[in-house]
């Protein structure tokens, strides 16, 4: 079964960081890119961040690029998103997921809350 499950999220003030954890099961992991997404309260999701099976090439939205980086650790099976510089539009779900051969996959979302 393939499960998808973000950690890491929370409560930080704008200017701080936050790292981002997606740990992957029942797929192999390394065969396919992945992507973060967000959505903020009242918003539609939002494309972040997405990065290539072989964790050579990354790809940022306007709004994150500078701020954020993707990674990812095939030993792990883990996707990771560090966020740096936070500002209070960065509140959001945070999200990932990736397309398999028959299905897109997507974990249950992590809160990430920048507030003073």
């Known amino acids: 079964e393939v499960q998808l499950v973000e950690s890491g999220g929370g409560l930080v003030q704008p200017g701080g960081s936050l790292r981002l954890s997606c740990a992957a099961s029942?797929?192999?992991?390394?065969?396919?890119?992945m992507t973060w997404v967000r959505q903020a309260p009242g918003k539609g999701l939002e494309w972040v961040s997405s990065?290539?099976?072989?964790?050579?090439?990354?790809v940022y939205a306007d709004s994150v690029k500078g701020r954020f980086t993707i990674s990812r650790d095939s030993a792990k099976n883990t996707l990771y998103l560090q966020m740096n510089s936070l500002k209070p539009e960065d509140t959001a779900v945070y999200y990932c997921k990736f397309r398999g051969v028959r299905s897109e996959y997507w974990g249950q979302g992590t809160q990430v809350t920048v507030s003073s």
């Open positions: 029942g797929f192999t992991f390394s065969s396919y890119a």
């Open positions: 990065i290539d099976n072989g964790g050579g090439h990354l």
